[in-house]
């Protein structure tokens, strides 16, 4: 079964919660654990990526892990209706949800994407909320904001972080970019710039208000990268093709930042594309650690 694994303050890894078969999706009988955050009420929120199962279109969730005394003691599904849901980040009360296929169907020759804004009320297990299928031409009351990306993918909108300021940043995996969301002081939307570029295919990403920095993993580069509040790039870490077991990246997806460390999580997937330097899916599952100043 899938699972969570934690980190401990000495660096030491144990597994810290196996979904059991009750935690599955009951049509597809699987479950994907992508993005995780902890909620304002000390539970852990996951992403549940359904898409790629049998019948799996539109049944992706969103599950709440309640705690007690730092022990999961509930899966509950809290969200329904994603297509495939992947990075989770808290601005108080409101859970952003980047959705990194929001229509199967292209618009215009352009892949779309989207993020989604639920507030905690909300996520409520006896009636979760319901995301609706994409549809343009009706109201969708969840949906924050969508993407249009090259679709040479079809994957758009990735990684999500938020800053102190209220700024929220989202990655768009196949463009390579960053886009910069300004919101006022209950979350509304105010204006989305593009923030930065050049990247080959971003994915997880962190705000660190230390260093006033976003970190960014690039999957397809092999490369962790840090980007100041003016949308200035510096390499913190890149190798070629590699297993992780010296603790290279490979394929790294996601990113946190601990302290003076970032702790970059390798997918280690390989994808149809020339662009990409891990070319081999192979054991051992790695974090790799890169100091920062």
Aim: aromatic letters at 10%.
């Amino acid at each position: 079964m899938p699972a969570i694994g934690k980190v401990d303050k000495q660096g030491k890894f144990s597994a810290w919660y196996t979904f059991q078969q009750a935690d599955l999706e009951a049509s597809t009988g699987k479950i994907a654990p992508m993005g995780i955050a902890f909620g304002p009420d000390g539970n852990l929120y996951v992403a549940d990526l359904q898409l790629w199962f049998n019948n799996g279109k539109y049944k992706s969730r969103v599950l709440k892990l309640t705690l007690d005394k730092g022990e999961v003691v509930k899966v509950q599904v809290v969200a329904t209706g994603f297509m495939f849901p992947n990075a989770l980040a808290w601005r108080g009360n409101d859970l952003f949800v980047s959705d990194t296929v929001l229509s199967e169907t292209l618009e215009n020759g352009k892949q779309l994407s989207g993020v989604y804004k639920i507030n905690l009320q909300q996520l409520d297990a006896t009636h979760p909320a319901k995301v609706l299928p994409y549809d343009k031409t009706r109201p969708n009351p969840y949906l924050f904001e969508v993407f249009h990306s090259d679709a040479s993918l079809k994957f758009g909108a990735n990684g999500l972080a938020i800053d102190e300021k209220g700024n929220l940043y989202t990655g768009i995996m196949e463009d390579g970019t960053i886009f910069k969301t300004a919101m006022d002081k209950d979350n509304n939307k105010l204006t989305t710039t593009l923030f930065a570029k050049g990247f080959i295919a971003t994915d997880g990403m962190a705000w660190d208000k230390r260093t006033n920095k976003l970190y960014v993993a690039d999957l397809f580069a092999n490369a962790v990268y840090s980007v100041d509040s003016q949308g200035n790039t510096v390499e913190l870490a890149k190798n070629g093709d590699t297993d992780g077991k010296d603790g290279q990246l490979d394929a790294p997806a996601e990113v946190i930042v601990r302290g003076k460390q970032v702790i970059a999580t390798n997918f280690d997937a390989v994808f149809d594309s020339p662009k990409m330097v891990n070319t081999t899916a192979d054991a051992p599952s790695t974090l790799s650690v890169i100091d920062i100043k």
